[in-house]
């Protein structure tokens, strides 16, 4: 009798299997997560299907061989059968080195390790083999290994009468998607949730689920970072104003004013001792502070430089931190993300290991269990989860890392209990998608947005189509980021360039022939919420961005030039001829022309900026091709500007944008004398401007923020106009952002 005859047979009438947080429909060939229909292509689901029939058994790449492919087909065997299983472990959250569901058995097949339906697959017992007669040294050795086979059965009596109780997973909070959770942190003795949204700052219970509104002085709308050890007492965050910088202050849960503890500083924590707040301090939050839990005794304990730093978590020990490092992306997940931890007693930092995928959101359990984020492979590439690394009091990592979570959306911004026992975090949805708009003849005022793009992936407009009528878009729809062209009056997209290549910014050149387009190197990212390509290092083994060209009517795509740090391009219309890119390098941003034929050109040495981060400083080109404006993302205590830049002559004007931090987006409007610019405020609200080059403005469009980690707060990214003027392509991100907890984690 084998593993699989222990479970029921999977028949009609138990079509639906359920295993962990999944379900299985074996009629519709649907695979579901927590309720979210997960995409999974019918090969690898069939894959699935015979594992769940004989769960704990070998199911053997033969028998998978017979299932998937009739016996005439002739394909390469071993490259699919192993593709389809790579798939179904990444519909899963499941590793190879460390499964949870699927576990290959070396030269055999695959085991399916979880049970279903509730059913316990139990494994049949062996029959038994006589021993052989043992000599006298070998009863001498069974004697001494006596006590150690003692212990060995009293510790498996213990963990079988006595077991680790299994990890619960449960929602604390249920805002809609208009009203997201911003902020939320869990006591230190796991009774309470401190959260913020939009109407306000609260506190909920945990097990009782009451929660209420926590009386502050009007205006003041503190955002909570981090419990003290009391747990009456909250770290907090104000933004007194859309241009000032946010303070820290100490909020008490049970009445009383709060108290302002430091003027400037963000993402603030309490070390568990209580003795000490470290906080991020600098323009760029590239700076690690740490003060006495009162305020006093500031100090800067660590300068990123050029790098940007996440917000730290301290180790159990308080002296020790741990810290994401990265550059270029505010989210930390784009290149050279680092973990590192610094130990305060000697300065000195050690790096735990580099990922291109990891999170800035950190917490460090008493166990000294170290919680971060790392973003999923493809096909679930928009999906984030946590894992664990054990550190030792060296600063060393013991054993491998382990994933605590598996589900749909980004989970981020962990907190921990402290007794360990309780973990809260976020667990927020972002879905970019392209929207367009009609512009009325004053160019003042646009109809309702309306969703062009219907998948589940990540969309950003990037062009329109020489007649007007159709938007060109990145998606990363099929796995890597390829080029589509999608009519108003359409519900799917048609290819326009399709491969396994990383491909971003689209646009097209002056005749509007072909799509120009860049292509990231294998360990470039392109920031798909952002819109930039966030280039490698430059130095670095492949830093070098190719820049592409491919016919609009279709035909195969060929090389315009290479370089390092490409990661903008834009051309002017017909009869100009003007084309610029972008090239980042350490510490500044260079500009130079380019032609589609015949390659890299001179550079405009006028436009060049002090910049490291590509988010840091946009630019766009006329329609004319005479004039560049640009902005630098500007620090939220001075009033951002947009520079105006001759390229023939090197003459500046500029035009300030007076009541907002900064600038994120803009784009010139068809007419060449007005353009389409995002605002933010440090608060986190954003609008849509109209602005003339003469420098008066309109609002056009207002959007409530989201707590987005890629973009930074905000949800609407650029709009991209028609080239008659009369319609706008638009990228908005929808999602939801919600507070969940792991129990006996």
Not at 95 to 118: D, H, K, Q, S, W
Not at 552 to 578: D, F, K, M, T, Y
Not at 689 to 703: A, F, Q
């Amino acid at each position: 009798m084998g593993w699989g005859e222990i479970v029921p047979a999977l028949s009609e009438q138990n079509h639906v299997v359920r295993f962990g947080i999944f379900e299985a429909d074996l009629q519709t060939g649907e695979l579901r997560r927590n309720g979210s229909r997960v995409r999974l292509q019918e090969q690898p689901f069939q894959i699935l299907t015979a594992l769940l029939e004989r769960p704990g058994g070998v199911v053997t790449r033969q028998e998978l061989r017979e299932r998937l492919w009739p016996a005439d087909t002739f394909v390469d065997f071993d490259h699919s059968l192993n593709t389809a299983i790579r798939r179904l472990r990444d519909a899963l959250g499941d590793n190879a080195e460390n499964p949870r569901f699927v576990e290959t058995v070396a030269r055999r097949g695959y085991r399916f390790l979880v049970p279903i339906n509730g059913e316990v697959a139990v494994a049949p017992t062996p029959h038994p083999v006589p021993a052989p007669r043992k000599s006298h040294w070998q009863w001498l050795l069974a004697g001494a290994a006596i006590p150690i086979l003692c212990a060995v059965t009293v510790w498996h009596f213990q963990h079988a009468f006595f077991p680790r109780p299994s990890t619960i997973s449960r929602r604390l909070t249920a805002n809609a998607p208009e009203l997201p959770v911003t902020d939320g942190v869990i006591s230190p003795d796991g009774r309470y949730l401190a959260f913020a949204d939009a109407s306000g700052f609260y506190l909920r219970q945990i097990d009782s689920g009451e929660t209420n509104a926590l009386q502050l002085p009007p205006g003041f709308n503190a955002k909570p970072a981090s419990w003290f050890p009391d747990g009456t007492h909250v770290l907090a965050t104000w933004i007194a104003g859309p241009q000032e910088p946010p303070s820290i202050w100490e909020v008490s849960t049970i009445g009383g004013n709060p108290k302002k503890l430091r003027d400037e500083g963000t993402h603030p924590t309490v070390s568990p001792d209580g003795k000490q707040i470290a906080f991020l301090s600098g323009q760029s939050s590239n700076q690690i502070w740490v003060m006495d839990a009162n305020g006093s005794n500031a100090h800067q304990v660590l300068d990123g430089g050029q790098y940007m730093l996440s917000r730290p978590a301290w180790g159990p020990d308080s002296h020790r931190l741990a810290y994401v490092r990265g550059k270029y992306t505010p989210a930390m997940f784009g290149v050279e993300g680092k973990l590192e931890i610094l130990d305060l007693r000697g300065g000195k930092s050690t790096s735990l290991f580099t990922s291109p995928t990891i999170l800035s959101t950190l917490a460090w359990a008493p166990d000294g269990r170290l919680i971060y984020s790392l973003f999923e492979p493809s096909p679930n590439q928009g999906d984030a989860n946590l894992w664990e690394l054990l550190i030792d009091s060296s600063s060393r990592a013991r054993g491998a890392a382990t994933r605590i979570t598996s589900a749909n959306g980004l989970a981020a911004y962990p907190s921990i209990t402290a007794d360990g026992k309780r973990l809260a975090y976020f667990r927020e949805t972002i879905e970019p998608d392209v929207y367009v708009a009609d512009v009325d003849a004053s160019g003042t005022r646009i109809t309702e947005p309306k969703r062009l793009t219907l998948d589940e992936r990540a969309d950003l407009p990037y062009a329109w189509t020489p007649d007007n009528k159709a938007v060109i878009f990145v998606s990363n729809r099929n796995g890597s980021y390829n080029i589509f062209k999608q009519r108003a009056d359409q519900i799917e997209p048609e290819a326009l360039v399709r491969g396994n290549d990383q491909m971003i910014v689209p646009r097209l050149d002056p005749n509007g022939v072909n799509v120009l387009y860049l292509v990231a190197p294998p360990i470039g990212t392109p920031a798909s919420n952002v819109g930039y390509l966030i280039p490698p290092p430059v130095g670095s083994p492949s830093s070098k961005v190719r820049l592409m060209r491919s016919p609009l009517a279709g035909g195969p795509p060929q090389l315009v030039l290479e370089a390092e740090g490409i990661n903008n391009q834009q051309c002017a219309r017909s009869p100009s001829e003007v084309c610029v890119l972008s090239r980042l390098e350490p510490g500044r941003e260079r500009l130079f022309r380019f032609d589609p034929a015949k390659g890299l050109g001179a550079e405009i040495p006028q436009a060049e900026v002090r910049s490291s981060d590509a988010l840091d400083f946009n630019w766009t080109l006329s329609p004319d091709g005479k004039m560049l404006a640009m902005a630098k993302k500007e620090g939220i205590q001075k009033e951002p500007e947009i520079r105006l830049l001759s390229i023939d002559d090197g003459t500046v004007h500029t035009i300030p944008v007076p009541g907002y931090a900064g600038v994120s987006s803009l784009d010139w409007a068809a007419d060449g004398r007005s353009l389409w610019v995002t605002t933010y405020f440090s608060n986190a609200t954003k609008a849509l401007l109209r602005i003339k080059t003469t420098g008066t403005s309109k609002v056009i469009l207002n959007e409530a923020a989201r707590p987005i980690l890629l973009e930074g707060k905000m949800t609407l990214g650029w709009a991209i106009p028609s080239n008659d003027g009369k319609h706008l392509a638009l990228w908005k991100a929808n999602g939801s952002s919600n507070v969940w907890m792991l129990e006996n984690f």
